[in-house]
């Protein structure tokens, strides 16, 4: 392909809101362009790049035997009422969703769970027809609440979702096993470095579940992982063991004590220094929107008795942190977010800061993170304004409230088997970052079960369809590899998704050898399966072209110049400055070519 035929314009600059590499390089490179937030045109270089990765996603699907199909875009909110997902995701604003011309309404699909059980539920009528794994890439809406960071998270991106259909849940992880391996393949074909995470299976439900994180600091996850373990997983999920905390010494009468403009546990450290930050309790105040039929599910009760919304108080150690994510699961939530100060007021009759857990009004429900768990003779707030509670104890001055895992794992926590079995007695934690790429989930029957979709068993019974969910964000991809494998100068592709494997660029176009030259390795290098783009636009200077070739980062470069009439090129990889290049011969130069995209699997 000759350079010169294409559309091709790059900026000297990044528009000042690209914040992150990738962002910044692929709008300098002209791979992409705003059309609204997370609205964008995919540019023909970045679109060939997109290309490649879904060829190698279709490839490893394929070989897992998952037969591809397309479902679309547009879904009714009847399929969303039957799995009792539209509530949920309308209150999340997630949802792009309008009216019809004949009044109903629909909405641009986030995910395809509802549509792809609705088909199935009318293919599938026995045992004999499964298992199956069906998939699809298309283009996905989600209006999200900050669409940032280019391809990373727009509102609307190339998706690959998989689905599977199995007769029992035994057989249902064995697809989520083979599934897993697909993923580990296409990641690996992609040239990413990667982490499986242990994940929180979110709005989609279910059971099990991994999300795939390239490693990059610039990543919007936090990851726990455990070196000595293996353990890794996503904070919004993962576990630890906590340091104990500091015993309480003398057992004293629990007694007020006024604390003026004490709001936060440095300050009340400052007023107490003898007491230790373990012994320091804080009570937090949520608004909670609650999942009515869901809970209603859980507890057996009406949907009709259950609050759509309340506030609870939470307890936790004032060296820890609560976690939003397990705090919703366990609430059976929509969403929890911080009590306003009207609310904190009516709950606690003081200002905000000085929450706790005696005195509470009684429609707000009390719970504590399981760091309270041993805290003796601790401080806590009094509600009523600059006061606080000291030498509280548990069982003897309230009881201790309904306790669960609500913390959020810090760096230098033990992972939970440190000192059983092999794992050494000082494994620890670290909080690391990644960009989530990939997400595997058992479903189980969540959405058989609303949306019957059954099947008749080998003993002639009818039992709900046993699913998993998979997904790839196709474009996140892209932007992923440059996050990870770019310089100051631009971009490096990974060599198989880059967006051409080679770049030959000529230093004089019109000099009859460098022509000839030229002309014969592309020829020989298209023969030979290889696409090769050919920069021979005559009004650029070789400086210019140089500049384009490193910021779109094609990773092997052929340059022509001088000694074109040796037949001898300069070899000058994206990669390896000065020390990686070398003059060879045109031969050498495309054998080169021809071996590392075979060696990479590039087809
Ligand atoms: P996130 O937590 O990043 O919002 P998610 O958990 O909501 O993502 P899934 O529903 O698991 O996403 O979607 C499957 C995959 O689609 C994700 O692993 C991610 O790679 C990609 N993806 C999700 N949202 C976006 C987005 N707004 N832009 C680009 N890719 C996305
Ligand atoms: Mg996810």
Known sequence: MKLSKQLFVTLREAPADAEVASHALMLRAGFLQQV???????APMLWRVLQRIEGIVRDEHDRADCQEMLMPAIQPRDLWEESGRWDRYVSEGILFHFKERKGGEVCLGPTHEEVITNYVKASVQSYKQLPVTLYQIQTKFRDEIRPRFGLMRGREFIMKDAYSFDTSEEAMVESYKTMRQVYRNIFTRCGLRFTPVEADSGAIGGSGSEEFMVDADTGEDAIAVCRATGYAANLEKAKSRIPAPAACG???AMHKEPTPGATTCDALLEMFPELPM????KTILYHVSYDVDTLAARDGVEASTVATEGVVAVM????RELNETKLTNHLCALKVELASEDEVKAATGADVGYAGPIGLSADVRLFADESVNGVEGFLCGGN?????YLDVHFGRDLDQPETADFGTVQAG???VEAGTGDVPADAAIEITRGIEVGHIFQLGTKYSESMSASFLDVDQKQKPIWMGCYGIGVSRVAAS????NHDDAGMIWPLEIAPYACLMVQMKVGDEAQDALCQKIHDELTAAGVDVLWDERKKVRPGAKFKDADLIGIPLRIVVGRDAADDQVEWSPRVGGDDAKEVITSADAIERVVTACRDAGRR
């Not at 609204?36 to 995919?42: L, R, S, T």
């Not at 009523?384 to 606080?388: A, G, N, Y």
């Open 278 to 281: 373990t012994r320091l309790l």
């Open 316 to 319: 936790c150690r004032g060296d």
């Open 413 to 415: 926590d033990l992972v």
């Open 250 to 252: 003398e057992v004293l």
């Open 384 to 388: 009523e304004t600059d006061t606080h």
């Open 481 to 484: 590899a440059i996050e990870q």
């Open 36 to 42: 609204a937030a997370g609205i964008y045109v995919y």
